[in-house]
């Protein structure tokens, strides 16, 4: 509801013969202009209405709410409670429409200062209005304030904090419905986090435990909340999303490519109650996208938890007006930071506020979608029980790109060099941005997760064993991340590096890869995999326009002959060209497998079995590496491929030897080259090595990869290994996973160097499988 000055529409009940006016007012000309409306209203011109300030910028009235509480406390009649506060309205502006500097200062002219205010009221009146939050009988709210805090062990005394804090919900509200739901804000009152009674004594036992007084924990307590909690304003949020804006668009298209369907979805559930959205980290720019987006859709901004490290002089401060949560790095010693935290996270299901993290807790160097962090996710999950918020949804989001600025960097990291630390440079660096040198972004929406979809409600308590609290947390994140997965959109860049990978130095033809991307378009449109933008990849007009933007950026060389282009891979870029590869190469690994099961299937009497040993040996390798699905389920999904490739599948394979051949050469096109190459070399370097320690220990995996590293460009100078893009120390780390689960960086000094040169061997068959399926991608190609 609103009212400009010279209306008449003060809504309270006919009945109400005694109010009080509660003015949230940022300025004493504020609360003068809202003194003023009041006089001019009719109802009220038989008496004089009684105001009190109930923000700080109206000094001297702190203690007239607390006075009038006291007089009234027991007798409170039909004392009538009514919220008014002045806003400044901005007509005509449309968020991202204009330039970064129209963004910014939208937050000034919503939220003009003191002097401006005055200048604005003479000049343009019509900009001030006055806003009514709904009133309540004090009564009522007396009555609420004994159901909630005073039933929770809530002393008296705060009876005015509560009654402040219930009337700036409701002008919040009023505002909202002015403004849009996008300046829903998470309004922080410290007093409503930490005066918890099951906070108080967790607390008090941690002070007797350190032997120090409950002030001087509770005084700790409060700084760390202060630390890590947003501060959400209107005034932080306008500036915050204005400067994500521009990031965004400083190395990419202007617009952030949604699917109208799915962000409608995602509004439903956040109005349905809390949200926990767990967002890709391939770059920066993700979280940034999604706050845009929502932002611009006039959906609410969740809360983002991010590292205290980007916390930095003025970006920090900024940050959390728009919505940052800080967490330390490291608190699991900390007993009384982790209490704060755990109260914080339960006071935003409480108030049903939604919020964010990157899943994987850092960003992937390779493109592929890293194994979860489960810390975040236990304390939410935790707040979930105690809570008893059991339908709270985790929503992923996945977030791609035609290319991302900050692949550089990663090919630096990969190639074993250090890492630059971050701070405001790198905001900086995206600001400085020309314009969309790397195309388009593209965000999301994957199916929710909820903790009712893994577990009976029955079972889900804060008493549970900690073993079913441990399998609830890897289950919601796992799912999670399957169906991040799902969501990516396959983008025509993903699609071009993969095919080129697979011919490593040897270049294609327009035409040759037209008929390649068309065959994999073919593949992709049957699976009803996501597509980035439209359906129309594989014409050689758009495939042509890719490959320039590809040139541009210096990923792939295009040679100039009598018959046409050439294009391959840029030397020294195939890092760069395989992130892009892996963010969409999910979709096929189980299609990899089947192929390299098949190949060995095809030289045993026993098909059908070597078939299913090979693929559940090839899911086991590879574990650290790809997510998949349990075994049975993965073993139904083999089923499914094979029967899209022949339904009389099964029958074929059981008569074994050549007859197999049939559903190998049904594999168009054949894609395990393509999508396993790089990791199979890169395991065989580390492979080799183990082999060459003999019964020696890995005593520091540190130094292991730092060998290795050098091992590796060895071996693609001397060509043992397909292309440079296995020099690699994100795949040797993930390597050296599965050799250290399976016990192959010590042990028993008797079996380990035989164990070793098994491991070996099984990495050795599957390369040579591999350069059969070589073969026959090759074999295939015309150009």
């Known amino acids: 509801m609103a009212t400009r000055v010279n209306d008449t529409v003060l809504k309270m009940p006919a009945e109400v013969a005694d109010t009080i006016f509660l003015i949230n007012a940022t300025s004493g000309f504020e609360f003068r202009f809202v003194r003023k409306w009041l006089k001019a209203q009719p109802q009220l011109q038989a008496r004089k209405p009684r105001l009190i300030a109930i923000g700080d910028a109206v000094r001297g009235r ?18 009538w409670l009514q919220p008014l506060r002045a806003v400044w309205n901005l007509e005509d502006f449309s968020p991202g429409e204009g330039s970064l500097l129209k963004d910014l ?132 949020l306008d500036v915050v999303i204005g400067l994500q804006r521009r990031a965004c668009q400083g190395h990419h298209e202007k617009g952030i490519d949604f699917i109208p369907e799915e962000l409608e979805r995602f509004r439903k559930w956040t109005e349905e109650g809390p949200v926990a959205v767990l967002v890709t980290h391939k770059s920066m720019l993700d979280t940034m996208a999604l706050s845009t987006l929502l932002f611009d859709n006039n959906i609410p901004v969740p809360l983002g938890f991010g590292g205290i490290n980007l916390a930095t002089l003025g ?63 236990t304390y939410v999950v935790e707040s979930i029980l105690r809570t008893g918020q059991h339908n709270v949804k985790f929503v992923p989001v996945a977030v791609a790109y035609d290319q991302i600025t900050e692949v550089e960097d990663y090919v630096i990291e990969q190639k074993g060099q250090d890492k630059t630390p971050e701070g405001a440079g790198w905001l900086l660096r995206f600001l400085r941005g020309t314009g969309d040198t790397h195309g388009k972004i593209y965000l999301r929406f994957g199916k929710p997760v909820t903790a009712l979809d893994i577990m009976d409600e029955t079972e889900l308590s804060a008493a549970m064993p900690q073993e079913s609290k441990r399998r609830l947390v890897e289950q919601i994140s796992l799912r999670t991340a399957f169906r991040m997965n799902e969501a990516t959109p396959i983008t025509l860049t993903s699609l071009l590096t993969l095919v080129l990978l697979a011919n490593g130095p040897r ?52 040679h100039v002959t009598a018959h046409g282009a050439i294009f391959q891979i840029q030397p020294d870029q195939y890092h760069k060209a395989a992130y892009y590869r892996n963010t969409v190469i999910h979709f096929f690994v189980t299609d990899a497998f089947i192929e390299l099961a ?26 650290f590496e790809f997510y998949f699905q349990e075994r049975d389920a993965f073993m139904e999904e083999v089923r499914e491929k094979m029967a899209g490739r022949d339904e009389r599948w099964q029958a074929i394979l059981q008569q074994g030897g050549s007859e197999v051949r049939i559903l190998i050469d049904k594999s168009i096109p054949m894609v395990a080259q393509g999508v396993l190459r790089s990791f199979v070399d890169a395991y065989q370097i580390l492979a080799n090595h183990l082999v060459r320690m003999g019964t020696a220990e890995v005593k520091n995996s540190k130094d292991l990869y730092v060998d290795l590293l050098h091992e590796g460009r060895e071996a693609f100078l001397l060509q043992r290994i397909f292309s ?52 026959v991608t090759v074999s295939r190609q015309t150009d």
Do not use: C
């Open 507 to 558: 270049g294609r033809t327009l035409d040759g890869l037209s008929r390649t991307v068309g065959a994999w378009m073919r593949l992709v449109r049957a699976r009803k995999i996501p597509i980035a933008g439209n359906d129309n990849l594989d014409t050689p007009e758009q495939i042509d326009f890719t490959l320039r933007q590809l040139e541009k950026n210096g990923v792939v060389r295009r």
């Open 315 to 377: 970006i920090g401060s900024l940050a959390r007006l728009g919505g940052a949560i800080f967490l330390r790095r490291e608190f699991k010693s900390n007993d009384v930071y982790k209490l704060t935290f755990r109260r914080y996270v339960d006071y935003l299901l409480e108030k049903r506020f939604a919020f964010y993290w990157a899943l994987e807790g850092t960003r992937s160097r390779t493109g592929k979608l890293l194994p979860p962090r489960y810390g975040l996710t």
């Open 105 to 236: 200062f939208a937050g000034f002219r919503y939220h003009p200062g003191p002097l401006r205010q005055r200048l604005i009221a003479r000049t343009n009146p019509d900009r001030i209005t006055v806003i009514e939050g709904q009133g309540a009988y004090l009564k009522d709210v007396l009555e609420r304030f004994d159901l909630t805090w005073k039933s929770q062990g809530v002393a008296d005394v705060r009876l005015p904090e509560f009654i402040r804090r219930q009337a700036l919900i409701a002008l919040d509200r009023a505002e909202r419905s002015l403004r849009g739901a996008r300046y829903k804000m998470a309004r922080l009152l410290p007093n409503d986090v930490t005066s918890n009674p099951e906070f108080q004594a967790n607390l008090g036992r941690v002070a007797g435990a350190q032997g120090k007084s409950l002030s001087k924990v509770e005084e700790e307590s409060f700084g760390y909340l202060k630390e890590m909690a947003a501060m959400q304003t209107p005034f932080g």
């Open 62 to 79: 702190a203690e007239e709410l607390r006075a009038l509480v006291d007089s009234v406390r027991h007798e409170p009649g039909n004392l």
């Open 724 to 775: 440079e893009e296995s020099v690699s120390k994100s795949l040797y780390e993930t390597a050296g996973k599965i050799a250290e689960f399976r016990g192959l960086f010590a042990g028993d000094k008797n079996s380990l160097p035989a164990a070793r040169v098994a491991f070996a061997e099984e990495v050795r068959g599957i390369s040579r499988r591999l350069d059969v399926v070589l073969g």
């Open 598 to 623: 098949l190949l060995a299937a095809a030289e045993s009497d026993e098909s059908e079995a070597v078939f299913w040993r090979e693929a559940l040996a090839l899911r086991d390798l590879f574990k």
